[in-house]
């Protein structure tokens, strides 16, 4: 079952902060985050392993809420190199393959 | 540097031949692999779990037959797509996670390859 990812698109302007969620009707063993540029494979960001994990990396920042079968990808103070479209993959437990939500294109501008 | 390869890095075929995508971990061993497929504006599609030493394991409407997986080591695993179409042109993308102590650290991509059949 392919997660569900909010919204399908985002269009800011350098500096301003985005989330975008992703949500499963399973039960998750993890949640990974990726970006990807076009033409380009997708980058690792962050994996959340533990329900009520949160992990950040620069102005990136993620959260994990397992009860809820829900993550939540934070970008503050957005960067023009931000820009991309940000896929979340769930892997079911016991499933040990990565699904992938459908996207959210993310948009900078100066 | 890029832990997971591909190769090719693209491919251009004639409808009905067979072509055979490469992916390998670089710097860790991989027992299991992932190919996934991607068309243009789509999300990546889970094609098949590539396991070392044992069968594949197929998503549902994924034939078999025509996309054959085969994980030759703990570090290589290929994709051979055969008899070809012009509707199996795509983005085809392998990934491999790391793994420590059993647990996913890190689940790796390798730099995709874009097939075109003709």
């Known amino acids: 079952q392919q997660p569900v990812q909010s919204p399908q698109a985002v269009i800011l302007r350098e500096g301003e902060d985005a989330v975008i969620n992703c949500s499963s009707s399973k039960a998750l063993y993890s949640v990974h985050w990726y970006r990807q540029k076009h033409g380009e494979a997708p980058v690792f960001l962050m994996i959340?392993?533990?329900?009520?994990e949160q992990k950040g990396h620069d102005k990136i920042s993620a959260s994990f809420n397992e009860k809820k079968q829900q993550s939540s990808l934070y970008l503050t103070a957005s960067q023009l190199s931000y820009s991309g479209t940000y896929f979340c993959g769930t892997e079911p437990q016991g499933a040990q393959k990565l699904v992938f939500g459908q996207g959210t294109r993310l948009t900078i501008n100066p | 540097g890029a832990v997971v390869s591909q190769h090719p890095s693209w491919v251009i075929c004639k409808s009905g031949t067979s072509v055979k995508i490469e992916c390998r971990s670089l710097?860790?061993?991989?027992?299991?692999m992932f190919w996934y497929r991607q068309f243009p504006k789509q999300s990546l599609m889970l094609m098949a779990t590539?396991?070392?030493?044992?069968?594949?394991?197929?998503e549902q409407g994924v034939e078999k037959d025509k996309f054959l997986i085969n994980h030759a080591s703990l570090t290589l695993s290929t994709l051979t797509v055969t008899s070809a179409h012009p509707e199996d042109s795509s983005f085809y993308i392998c990934s491999a996670p790391r793994r420590i102590s059993g647990l996913t650290d890190t689940q790796y991509f390798g730099p995709g390859t874009r097939l075109t059949v003709l």
């Open positions: 710097d860790f061993q991989a027992t299991t």
């Open positions: 590539s396991n070392e030493g044992s069968k594949a394991t197929y």
């Open positions: 959340l392993l533990k329900g009520g």
